[in-house]
């Protein structure tokens, strides 16, 4: 690690009283070593992976990590506080922080130098003798492991090495053969979380006599179990935040699966939650294929709280249902556009297709769209099923929601059917199945009984309630104007510019497409709406780079000269680098823009037939120049707070009689 760390890199006396702040103490000091090239844009990086996850952990250890372009050679920097920062950990403040730059590019040795310092801050007697040092060079040459020596790969502790463990050989099994686990750990960056979860599983399996190997699923590298490993495991576990790589291989093995945070704060209770569902004979139904788990959130979906696996659930459909949103959505706009709304809809493509004419163009876009929009509801049914209780889930699930169309329950039936079908799956899941059985369940028993209960449920219980709902948001929708309307379109722009692609923005952006399923003028007013206030993100921020650069980074102000085209297309994700660097000025302020946009379109009563496209599908909607007029209006006050709010954060920070600080230079406070 000599390359790494050097005492000019280490701060004993650490003052920051803020995470934000620590992490920009820290990140100068990488400066003046010429190791990060743009502090600010480091900054945005670090702040945005602090965003997925915060990076605290148990025992008083703070370790902010990221990937960064702005990074020119991989460099750790480490703080020590006497009061202590908040780094979102259980036990409280950290006081020994590790400030981890891994360039973009950064190559396999580097990395697993990083991870091998991950492992070293599970060991008590390395943070002892850290937070004991008095000496910067002192400091460094104990991380870099200098001092004391750190044991060759002969006197390694009797629990294997994760990172070398993955393509070891099954071990002889002895008379009395132990509990065997193998694991698999990950998390988004897979610099730090990724290889401290695989050391303190190790640990802890060697505290209880447990035979575990992990498999790190990290940036420094992926090796793959061995298979013989993998079928001598008594159980298995996942500690992650992204998907598991191959889960298929652990199909028809006791699983616990949980975020990477919980295998490193309490492996003990995994290993032991392992053993009584082994004991138990509990089998996880993990598909064949590469399915995807996301526990995101950090908790691991097993675990989380019901609200935010609900979430994990429906944001599963929708995010499979936008692509057929986007492909079908436009062509159908596209026939309109060559054809018009009755010659589009009216001509039939088998009887009256015709080369050169137009019209007849216009009509085999228009059923092909039509085909593509036909699947959305049973694709978000199916697919909401599917984050629930994983592939065998598919099959009900699109039952239930070509039922749902079937009994005219539309958008609302299919997420009820998506629901549905999960839970009837996991219920079958949990009912013990003799051995013998347990090869056919996933392909032919749970589908065949989860797709008779869930048709069941929607044709005869649930379906008919669902589709008066549905038609009384209808009416309800067709029925707006004048100040519920406004209202309306103020929480839409709110929503959509909450989170810019997250949770909030999917639910409305899924509210106004479920209703181009069956359009009516109130369901085309609400996707105008919500297409304007998307696209005000982006374009305010653009516009704010433009108009007040000194505001900006350098790197702020590349990315505003992209942001214009990413606003102009409808995506509201441009504007995330400027809200990951400063949320609590660019959040509010797009927020407020979005509210304007979004109740000024709806007060003009624009229309929109298309579900995406941005300015591109303009000629598509009704009353456009108003439309534009509605979208412009949000951009301006979007812009101006923003400019406004950095604008008074420069004044507050300039030093006292002198001029503001510049975009540049260190602040006195950080957001």
């Known amino acids: 690690m000599s390359e790494l760390i050097t005492a000019d890199l280490v701060d004993l006396d650490l003052s920051a009283t803020t995470k934000d702040a620590a992490a920009r103490s820290l990140a100068e000091r990488m400066v003046a070593a010429h190791r990060v ?133 099954a071990a002889e099994p002895a008379a009395d053969a132990p509990f065997r686990v193998v694991a698999v750990t990950s998390c988004p960056t897979g610099i730090a979380h990724t290889y401290m979860a695989a050391e303190s599983l190790a640990a802890a399996g060697h505290d209880q006599g447990v035979e575990i190997t992990v498999e790190t699923q990290g940036s420094a590298g992926f090796t793959k179990l061995d298979p013989a490993v993998i079928a001598a495991a008594d159980a298995v576990i996942w500690a992650h935040d992204v998907e598991v790589r191959e889960k298929g291989r652990f199909r028809g093995k006791p699983l616990v699966d949980v975020g990477v945070k919980a295998g490193i704060n309490r492996p003990a209770e995994l290993i032991a939650e392992a053993r009584r569902k082994a004991e138990r004979g509990e089998v996880a139904a993990v598909a064949a294929g590469d399915g995807a788990t996301d526990a995101g959130d950090g908790s691991g979906t097993d675990h989380a709280h019901f609200g935010v696996r609900l979430r994990t659930y429906l944001m599963s459909g929708v995010s499979y249902m936008v692509p057929f949103v986007a492909a079908g959505g436009l062509l159908i706009a596209l026939s309109f556009a060559i054809g018009g709304y009755e010659i589009a809809s009216a001509t039939s493509v088998a009887d009256h297709f015709v080369w050169g004419e137009a019209d007849s163009w216009a009509a085999l876009l228009n059923q092909i769209g039509s085909a593509a929009f036909g699947f959305l509801v049973p694709v978000l049914a199916g697919y909401i099923a599917y984050g629930m209780a994983d592939r065998p889930a598919l099959v009900p699930g699109f039952v239930g929601g070509a039922i749902a169309l079937t009994v005219n329950a539309g958008f609302l039936g299919g997420l009820v059917a998506g629901l549905l079908a999960g839970a009837v799956v996991m219920a079958i899941q949990r009912a013990p199945v003799h051995a013998t059985l347990r090869g056919i369940m996933p392909v032919l028993v749970i589908p065949l009984i989860a797709s008779a209960v869930v ?202 009689g002198g001029p503001a600080a510049s975009g540049e230079s260190r602040v006195a406070v950080t957001a």
């Open 37 to 169: 090239t743009d502090l600010d844009g480091f900054l945005a990086d670090v702040a945005a992976r602090e965003a997925q996850m915060p990076t605290g952990l148990d025992g008083g250890i703070g370790i902010p990590h990221c990937r960064s372009e702005h990074v020119s050679a991989p460099t750790l920097a480490f703080g020590r506080s006497a009061a202590g920062i908040d780094f979102g950990a259980a036990d409280g403040p950290a006081d020994l922080i590790f400030l981890i730059a891994a360039p973009a590019g950064a190559d396999d040795d580097h990395l697993t130098t990083l991870s091998g310092l991950a492992r070293r801050l599970m060991d008590a007697e390395f943070t002892a003798a850290l937070r004991a040092g008095t000496e910067p060079a002192a400091a460094a040459a104990l991380i870099r492991g200098e001092e004391p020596a750190e044991p060759t790969a002969e006197q390694e502790p009797e629990h294997a090495e994760p990172g070398r463990d993955a393509g070891a050989e």
């Open 455 to 656: 048709g069941f449920l929607m044709f005869i219980v649930v379906g008919k309630p669902i589709a008066s709902l549905q038609n009384a948001l209808t009416d309800w929708l067709n029925g707006l104007s004048g100040s519920n309307a406004v209202i309306l379109g103020v929480v839409l722009g709110l929503m959509m510019c909450f989170d810019m692609g997250g949770p909030l923005n999917k639910v409305a952006y899924a509210f106004a497409v479920g209703g181009l399923a069956d359009p009516t003028p109130g369901s085309l007013k609400v996707m105008a709406a919500v297409m304007a206030a998307g696209m005000v993100p982006p374009l305010a921020m653009a516009l704010a780079t433009t108009v007040r650069k000194k505001l900006f980074t350098k790197t702020e102000r590349e990315n505003g000269r992209a942001a214009w085209v990413l606003g102009a297309s409808f995506i509201t994700e441009g504007a995330i680098p400027f809200a990951a660097a400063d949320p609590l000025r660019v959040i509010p302020s797009v927020m407020a823009g979005g509210a304007v946009t979004g109740a000024l379109s709806m007060a003009f009563g624009a229309t929109l037939r298309a579900p995406h496209g941005g300015v591109f599908v303009v000629p598509l909607i009704g009353e456009p120049f108003l439309y534009l007029l509605a979208i412009a209006a949000g951009t301006l006050v979007a812009a101006a707070l923003v400019v406004l709010l950095k604008g008074a954060r420069r004044t507050t920070s300039a030093p006292a």
